[in-house]
């Protein structure tokens, strides 16, 4: 056949050109993850032109701009009525701007602002060879202890890539919770997981632990990736669409039209309910939800703490704001189905959280048996399938993540020769050696625990009460029980820090930079004003309560 012929044909068998519609992108409503990514790009840039002395101040100053500009945007889309009456889907059906989301973005962009004066931090390792060195290490390349990682250090080096790597982690958070098609999910998913498993691994001390952490991180993520991605696959041949509504639809039974095709697999249980399981499994790994929870506490204690406590933080906001709108909005008909599964995860969750942290001596594992312990008081919100459910979730989510940020900045500061002190021996009279720096930590535990008059308190009772009202009274006993387990734990290193006499050569307190103080302070100012005046915000979570479909 002639060239000429081959090419009539082609011109034939395809539409022309003309008849591809450009896609519809809302900009202005997807604004807050626009600029985060261009921030991040533009950081990378940064590394690649700017002389290394400068580098860290310019990492400063485009990620905090960006952040700030970014819960600007998030607040103007909200003041402008995106999160009620304007709601909607954006970008060609992929991503959702409504209450939730905005309210979500709002608390992950707080969180990583705060989060990332703990990363700038210089000023609480002592200097090495007169250059301020930060939590990280001076050359990530290097092999720990070799001839290249001491001349990096001599010569000053310092790893200033976690700047754009923290503002790629964020760019698929705020995408995480509003996605609105499966592959959307799955692709932000993997933005925010890619850059916390680098990010684990640069610890300036203890490099081989911090090394573990990442590749423990790394191996158990992509098995929790793997399981979601053939959870959507199945999801996919169930309902023929990897949009929300529409699964939604068929799981419902009221989709507009069936074809053929559709008919077939609508029939086909097994592949909805595989399906959906495979799905909330992966997002419970990145909630840390028990039996997934095996890498928190390996992955908290190895990684620098700034990366813990911002990882530890705003990756759950992230995760449960995916995991309600999963549940609420794609699989309401089936919550016959996912209500038991998640009482018996929500119940496990809270008891183990609970008790194997008592048997902690780290300082760091024992917040990351916490934050398991949370994971299940969270989930008890998630069950209540109410709308005061989805606001409880949501003010606790964004009660926790202040506490869990101040407490990591403060385990920064408590130091010996070996860098952070983290076993809870060296905690021993710290309240007689700094005063300041353990009543702070105990406010935090105190939030920890729940005890009134803290936000913790007030996100508890939220949580509990929409439990309670969804029909869901059992779960808050064996939550109550948790709550009284747990705070045996955090009382004893209150008795620790105040009743125990100080070792002698135990370790001191650095005094930090104005960055970590703030991180500390802001932690400090949202526990008190969340649990002494929380309606302001309980409203405000309120009206954000309602998932657009």
């Given at each position: 056949?002639?060239?000429t ?23 202005g409503?997807?604004?807050?993850t ?11 840039l940064v ?27 998030v607040?103007?889309l ?11 889907i ?5 991503v ?63 790893t ?31 933005v ?13 001390r203890?490099?081989?632990m911090?090394q ?161 312990a ?23 989510l ?78 808050v ?38 960055l ?34």
């Amino acid at each position: 056949m002639s060239a000429t012929a081959v090419h009539s044909l082609w011109t034939t068998a395809v539409d022309p050109i003309s008849k591809i519609d450009a896609p519809k992108i809302e900009y202005g409503q997807l604004a807050p993850t626009l600029i985060i990514v261009g921030a991040a790009v533009l950081g990378v840039l940064v590394e690649a032109f700017v002389p290394r002395k400068s580098r860290y101040y310019a990492q400063m100053f485009v990620s905090v701009v960006a952040l700030v500009a970014a819960f600007a945007a998030v607040v103007a889309l909200a003041a402008d009525g995106y999160g009620t009456t304007k709601a909607g889907i954006a970008a060609m059906g992929a991503v959702a701007v409504d209450g939730p989301a905005l309210f979500l973005q709002g608390t992950i962009l707080l969180t990583a602002l705060v989060g990332l004066f703990t990363f700038a931090e210089r000023r609480l390792d002592p200097e090495a060879h007169g250059n301020r060195v930060d939590s990280f290490a001076a050359q990530a390349a290097s092999v720990p202890g070799s001839d290249s990682e001491k001349k990096a250090v001599k010569a000053g080096f310092t790893t200033t890539e976690v700047f754009p790597l923290l503002l790629f982690a964020v760019s698929g958070m705020l995408v995480f919770p509003a996605a609105n098609d499966l592959l959307t999910l799955f692709v932000a998913l993997e933005v925010l997981s890619l850059p916390l498993y680098l990010l684990c691994a640069l610890a300036r001390r203890k490099r081989l632990m911090s090394q573990e952490a990442a590749v423990k991180y790394f191996l158990l993520g992509a098995f929790a990736s793997a399981f979601t991605l053939f959870g959507i696959a199945l999801l996919y041949g169930y309902s023929g669409s990897m949009s929300y509504a529409t699964i939604a639809q068929v799981v419902d039974g009221t989709v507009p039209e069936v074809t053929p095709a559709l008919a077939d697999t609508m029939g086909n249980d097994a592949l909805l309910l595989v399906g959906a399981a495979l799905l909330v499994m992966g997002l419970l790994f990145k909630v840390g939800a028990v039996p997934f929870h095996m890498w928190t506490p390996d992955v908290y204690q190895g990684a620098p703490t700034p990366v813990t406590g911002f990882m530890a933080a705003a990756t759950k906001v992230a995760a449960f704001g995916a995991l309600l709108r999963i549940l609420y909005v794609v699989l309401p008909g089936l919550r016959w189905d996912w209500r038991p599964v998640m009482w018996a995860v929500a119940i496990v969750t809270m008891l183990a959280g609970a008790v194997v942290a008592i048997t902690q001596t780290d300082i760091k594992r024992l917040l990351a048996y916490s934050s398991i312990a949370h994971a299940g008081f969270i989930l008890a919100g998630v069950i209540a399938t109410t709308p005061s459910g989805i606001s409880s979730v949501l003010f606790y989510l964004a009660a926790y993540s202040f506490v869990t940020i101040g407490a990591f900045a403060v385990v920064t500061l408590v130091r010996d020769a070996g860098g952070e002190a983290t076993h809870l021996s060296k905690w021993a009279g710290l309240g007689r050696r700094s005063p300041l720096v353990a009543a702070v930590f105990a406010v935090f535990l105190l939030a920890f625990a729940g005890i009134p008059l803290t936000s913790g308190f007030s996100g508890k009772f939220a949580v509990f009460k929409a439990a309670a009202e969804g029909g869901a009274a059992p779960l808050v006993v064996v939550g109550v029980i948790s709550s009284a387990i747990a705070a045996f734990f955090y009382i004893r290193v209150i008795v620790l820090m105040f009743f125990s006499e100080p070792r002698p050569g135990g370790p001191t307190v650095a005094v930090p930079s104005p960055l970590t103080m703030t991180a500390i302070a802001v932690g400090v100012a949202v526990t008190v004003v969340l649990g002494v005046a929380p309606q302001y915000f309980l409203e405000l979570a309120g009206d954000a309560g309602v998932f657009v479909r």
